[in-house]
């Protein structure tokens, strides 16, 4: 399995982006996925979630703000994100989890494999 992050890049406070999150190797339809994201200095951090069946979850610091999306015909996720903050400046991964039970999990023991990453930087 692998998992390719993509769409990172340099944004004003306010501005918007769109993060997309490849995977080959296994059908994201029948995997829980999720966004996490590690700031400078900081421990990974969970920022949303997408369930087998389409569930999706957002934690309270974007909530409002980020949204994450499935693509099961071209096997990608994706977070969209607004009203960007600077404290969002992080490097945001993408995860896969292929274990068929349980709920979404929000720490990173719960994924399996990990894209390698891209780069949100939000300038004030």
């Known amino acids: 399995v692998q998992l390719q992050a993509s769409g990172g890049g340099l944004v004003q406070a306010g501005g918007s982006l769109t993060l997309s999150c490849a995977a080959s190797?296994?059908?994201?339809?029948?995997?829980?996925m999720a966004w996490f994201r590690r700031a400078p200095g900081k421990e990974r951090e969970f920022v949303a979630g997408v369930s087998r069946n389409g569930d999706t979850i957002v934690s309270d610091s974007v909530k409002g703000r980020f949204t994450i999306s499935r693509d099961n015909a071209k096997n990608m996720i994706g977070l969209q994100m607004i009203s960007l903050k600077p404290e969002d400046t992080a490097v945001y991964y993408c995860?896969?989890?292929?274990?068929?039970?349980?709920?979404?999990?929000?720490?990173?023991?719960?994924?399996?494999?990990w894209g390698q990453g891209t780069l949100v930087t939000v300038s004030s």
């Open positions: 190797g296994r059908r994201v339809s029948i995997s829980k």
């Open positions: 995860a896969l989890d292929i274990t068929a039970y349980g709920g979404i999990g929000n720490y990173p023991r719960a994924y399996e494999y």
